[in-house]
């Protein structure tokens, strides 16, 4: 990991992670869709992986 982990990006990967969207993790945490978007995106990048495979179903996790 080339970058720590902030305890929000936790809190937001975990809302997505049980949600399944984006969408639903944005209203859950009371945040914007692109916010919560760009913190998952930050987080792949920090990891150095992909977290979710997207598609028109919602987000389901890897196994990284």
Do not use: Y
Not at 28 to 52: M, W
């Amino acid at each position: 990991m080339s970058k720590a982990v902030s305890w929000d990006d936790q809190r937001i990967f975990l809302a997505v992670l049980e949600e399944g969207s984006l969408s639903a993790a944005a209203r859950r945490l009371g945040l914007s869709h692109p916010t919560v978007r760009s913190r998952v995106e930050a987080l792949e990048e920090a990891l150095g992986t992909v977290l979710f495979t997207r598609s028109v179903n919602g987000l389901t996790p890897t196994d990284a």
